[in-house]
Structures are given as structure tokens and as C-alpha cells.
């Protein structure tokens, strides 16, 4: 296993060296959020004398920024009216008809380029706060200010949350020792167990902290599996869905025919009731609760419970998935988007698309229109489709370039690299 999307960088401020570079072991970390999606990087971000440098491809995706050209050691980047032009090696860069200095210039290291994250955030008009060794990013389409960060992303807690990533590691559920909690690091070295806590879902990672559900009980831990707690065991109604956003664990506990969404604080305590019907799937982002009641209507709530609204009602057969101000999910057998404000329900393919998981540019899917229901995408700027294999798929996660997914007859997860 390789190479995950959850966001995490590291080390902020150069507070004085011989190199031009620090290591992330050298300073603090920093998890990286945009519009509440954290990322992980497969090459670590570098501190070249205060200017932290990314990755390219992870922000871009995240900013809904397209990479237009790609020339030699020239890039050029764009979203709506707005063009970057960037050089490998050149602090010089275009914006438009604009000329500007880059306080340090793109480089190229282990194969990806690296770019500074301010100038890039808002040279494409988002704004970049950094607080206590926080980074949040916010475009101009979020309606909110300070996004809270994710533990995991949406597309891989509807999916089970089997994976998760944190600094230089996967965690993830081993399907051949009994689903316990494992860890290995990106380039697929170094695995070895967490704990013996069997059939391990719904992962989720917050400032340092690891969250799940085994059996009926919610766990919080060190990332090291080590100060492990019970936050809360419910017996035979124990949870079955969990979003570590923020401050708050958002749950949905009960039987197959009363399952109410619930919230509590990180430590356990402040349970409260959001939704008492039988909630069958949710999406914490942006401030707001998306949610589905029997896989038949869908609503939107604050996240605190109030100003619930139900914004369509009809056959919903998956969970939903949120990029930007768009809602995915497969709809009469079909998959469709609906702005988050419930206007403009759309049919973007006829395939019956299930356990999707929108990456990128991308959305993910088990295409249940065929028997065999192999592996597709579909890109979310022109909506052509993809076949990615031939293999039967379930429960896709996403990590990094890396696609995981449950295939029956191998009784494994099997990695397929989406670059």
C-alpha cells in the first residue's frame, strides 16, 4: 500500500539553519485543510526559509484548479478567467497579464512538483489562515470561514472508513487478521498490528488522535494505539456510521429499524439528538449535515440540529457524497448531482453507480448497471466515463494516487494506482 488522500503537512516557520530546507522532524506538523477536506502528501512539503511548498497535483485538485499545460519545465494553470503561468527553477511567474516574484520558485523532488502554497491559494482567490500549526484554506465558493478539519474523507467513511492516513501512514482494517487495526507506511513498508480490536471501521484522525468503532463501542486512542479509551458502548444498538469533524463525533446508533443521528464532544461528553428518524447515511461539511432518511429523502441541518430542511425525496440508493457546492449520489438507478442549496437536479450517466467516492476531478463507482459491477469514473468537468478494471468492486477508498477496494473472490483489498 502506498500513498493516501487525507491532508497533512509539515513544519510551518524556519526559524534559522544552514540548509535551505527543514525537516519535518525539525518543527511542528501542520495538517492541511481546503473547504474541510484535510490532504495527505506522498512527497512531504517542504520550509524553504518561511515559504511552504506543496505538491502541485493535491492543491490543484482541491482548488478546482486545471492544469492546462504541462511543457518542459513550464506550467500553465487555470480556472475561469484566471491563468498561471509558473517555470521549474524561476521565481518569476504570470498571472494573467501580471508579472510577480515568488518568495521561492517551483522545484521538482521525487517526481512531483512542489510549489509555493500561499501564492498558489490566492493567486486563484482563496484565502489561507495559519493557526496553531493549522492550515486552513477556504475558496470563494465555501461559505465558511474557519472550516472545521475532517478526520477522513466523505467518499471513504460511506464506504466503511477501512482506510485513513496520518503523516507518513496508512491505517487501515486487515481484512486477513480478522479486520484488525493495522499501519504501513506510504511506500508500503513497515506494517505492523495497532491493537487487537477486531472488525475495525469508520477510522478517523484528528490532531494526532485515532477514532473508530469495534463491535458496539466507539474508541479514541493515541496514533500509536497506545491511552485507549472507550468514548461509548451501546451493545446490540451501537453505532454504525461515524465523522470525527472538528470538536464532534457525528454518529447514527440503533438497530435496522430505529438508527437516530447523534453528536457528541471528542472526550465523550455533550450527547445530543440531531435526527430521530432512522438515518441511513451522512456528510459533515461546510457547517452543514447532509443526510438520508430510509434511502428515500434527503435533508440538510446545521450541525448543531437546527434549521433542518428536507431538499428532495425519491429512490436515493448510496450515501452522499459533497465536492464544492455539489451533492453526489445515485438517484432511480442513475447517477445525478443536486446543488447544495437543493436546486438543479441533474443526471450526469445512466450507469446505476454505487459506493462512490469523489476524489479530485473524479468520481469513483461500482457500476451496478453490469452484473460483474467493475470499477468506473467519471470526470466532474465534462462527465466522461472510465473503466479502471475488470474485477468486481466494492467499498472503494481512496489514498493518495492509490484506489482500495474489496473484491469477493480474492477476499482482499486490492490497490489500483488512478494517476
Do not use: C
Not at 469513483?364 to 474485477?391: H, Q
Amino acid at each position: 500500500m502506498k500513498k493516501w488522500i487525507m491532508v497533512l503537512l509539515s513544519s510551518l516557520y524556519l526559524l534559522g539553519t544552514d540548509t535551505s530546507f527543514v525537516n519535518a522532524a525539525d518543527k511542528p506538523l501542520i495538517t492541511v485543510a481546503v473547504n474541510d477536506h484535510m490532504i495527505t502528501f506522498d512527497v512531504k512539503p517542504m520550509n524553504d526559509h518561511g515559504t511552504v511548498l506543496v505538491p502541485l497535483r493535491y492543491v490543484v485538485d482541491e482548488l478546482g484548479v486545471t492544469i492546462a499545460t504541462r511543457n518542459n519545465n513550464q506550467l500553465i494553470l487555470s480556472k475561469g478567467s484566471t491563468k498561471i503561468t509558473l517555470t521549474i527553477g524561476s521565481k518569476i511567474v504570470q498571472k494573467n497579464q501580471e508579472q510577480f516574484t515568488l518568495t521561492s520558485a517551483p522545484i521538482v523532488k521525487d517526481n512531483r512538483t512542489l510549489v509555493p502554497l500561499r501564492f498558489i491559494s490566492e493567486a486563484f482567490g482563496a484565502s489561507i489562515n495559519y493557526s496553531n500549526n493549522n492550515v486552513s484554506i477556504v475558496t470563494n465558493e465555501s461559505p465558511i470561514l474557519s472550516p472545521a478539519i475532517l478526520g477522513n474523507s466523505i467518499g471513504n467513511l460511506n464506504n466503511g472508513g477501512w482506510y485513513t492516513g496520518y503523516e507518513d501512514w496508512i491505517f487501515f482494517n486487515n481484512p486477513l487478521d480478522q479486520g484488525t487495526l493495522y499501519k504501513e507506511k506510504l511506500d508500503g513498508t513497515d506494517r505492523h498490528k495497532i491493537n487487537d480490536d477486531v472488525f475495525v471501521t469508520n477510522l478517523n484522525i484528528i490532531n494526532g488522535k485515532l477514532y473508530y468503532i469495534s463491535g458496539n463501542t466507539i474508541y479514541k486512542s493515541d496514533i500509536d494505539g497506545t491511552n485507549r479509551v472507550h468514548l461509548l458502548d451501546m451493545g446490540l444498538g451501537g453505532p454504525r456510521l461515524m465523522s470525527v469533524v472538528g470538536d464532534w463525533i457525528y454518529y447514527i446508533k440503533g438497530t435496522s429499524m430505529f438508527m437516530p443521528l447523534y453528536r457528541m464532544k471528542t472526550d465523550g461528553t455533550s450527547n445530543q439528538l440531531l435526527e430521530k428518524n432512522e438515518v441511513s447515511s451522512i456528510a459533515v461539511v461546510d457547517g452543514k449535515i447532509y443526510y438520508t432518511i430510509y434511502f428515500s429523502k434527503l435533508f440538510v441541518m446545521d450541525i448543531d440540529g437546527n434549521n433542518r430542511k428536507k431538499i428532495l425525496e425519491g429512490p436515493i440508493s448510496t450515501a452522499v457524497d459533497v465536492k464544492d457546492n455539489t451533492l453526489y449520489f445515485n438517484y432511480n438507478k442513475k447517477l445525478y448531482t443536486l446543488g447544495t442549496n437543493g436546486k438543479s437536479l441533474t443526471s450526469i450517466s445512466d450507469h446505476d453507480a454505487r459506493d462512490i467516492n469523489v476524489h479530485g476531478d473524479w468520481l469513483y463507482y461500482s457500476n451496478y448497471s453490469e452484473y460483474s459491477k467493475k470499477l468506473y469514473r467519471i470526470n466532474l468537468n465534462d462527465f466522461t466515463t472510465e473503466k479502471l478494471g475488470d474485477d468486481k468492486t466494492f467499498n472503494q477508498h481512496i489514498v493518495g494516487n492509490q484506489i482500495f477496494y474489496a473484491n469477493p473472490f480474492e477476499r482482499k483489498m486490492i490497490e489500483l494506482d488512478i494517476d
